[in-house]
């Protein structure tokens, strides 16, 4: 079984500074990993992955993570953030098999809110 | 491609109604799964469909609910004597598994914007 935890439930960040949501996981078997956002009244978009490879990965919208695997850690990070960006963000992991259940494990989230 | 879409997006109903929601998936896409989100908390798995074959259903699902997937389009989720516990979000999620394509598009789950329940 896996587990998340996301440590900040809130983080409050002015305009076009920089930030970082924290993401920790436990499994006993090797996972990828996710990051979605959710903004008001909408689903989960996902901003990205890591599945293999380079431990830096890239997404949409500026947003960048990257994955250590001796920290057990997949940290977000955006090095400037616009009002836009207000919305939840949900870290999440599946185990690495090709064969059943693709189920995601998320964690609480954290909001994330933009002052101008 | 126009996305996952959920109906009714919205339903207040009384402690002990029964309610139905559907969730049409992206065509192509022969997996679909159904996650339930309380306030403050994240998604949590409730079951999945490859095609219309329920693989797996989570201990959150009591017998009081039941999912289907008839012809392996789109797919209900019924909750029967509805608690006031049951109140959430309801979120449908499809994916394309091929078995052995490897890395890619297997691996991302497209989310639908939820139904949310609230039992009065």
């Known amino acids: 079984a896996q587990s998340v935890t996301q440590l900040d439930s809130q983080v409050p960040v002015f305009e076009e500074a920089p930030v970082e949501l924290r993401c920790n996981y436990s499994?006993?078997?090797?996972?990828?990993l996710f990051w979605y956002v959710q903004y008001p009244n909408q689903g989960l978009q996902l901003l990205l992955k890591?599945?293999?490879?380079?431990?830096l990965v890239k997404g949409i919208n500026g947003f960048e993570a990257e994955f250590n695997k001796s920290q057990t850690s997949f940290h977000l990070r955006k090095p400037s953030v616009h009002i836009s960006d207000t919305a939840e963000y949900f870290c999440?992991?599946?185990?690495?098999?090709?064969?059943?259940?693709?189920?995601?494990?998320f964690g609480t989230g954290t909001r994330l809110t933009i002052i101008p | 491609d126009t996305g996952v879409s959920q109906n009714p997006r919205h339903k207040i109903t009384k402690r002990g109604q029964n309610v139905t929601f559907r969730c049409d998936p992206i065509?192509?896409?022969?997996?679909l799964y159904w996650y339930r989100q309380t306030l403050g908390q994240g998604p949590e798995f409730l079951t999945y469909?490859?095609?219309?074959?329920?693989?797996?259903k989570s201990r959150l699902l009591s017998d009081r609910f039941s999912a289907e997937r008839p012809k392996g389009s789109f797919s209900t989720l019924e909750i029967q004597r509805t608690e006031q516990g049951d109140s959430a979000m309801y979120l449908c999620?499809?994916?394309?598994?091929?078995?052995?394509?490897?890395?890619?598009?297997?691996?991302?789950?497209?989310f639908g914007p939820g139904t949310r329940l609230t039992v009065t």
């Open positions: 499994s006993s078997v090797s996972v990828y």
């Open positions: 999440a992991v599946r185990e690495s098999s090709n064969f059943g259940n693709e189920k995601l494990t």
């Open positions: 469909f490859q095609n219309e074959a329920q693989l797996e």
């Open positions: 999620a499809s994916s394309s598994y091929l078995p052995g394509q490897g890395f890619g598009l297997t691996y991302e789950q497209y």
């Open positions: 890591y599945l293999s490879g380079s431990t």
């Open positions: 065509s192509e896409h022969n997996r």
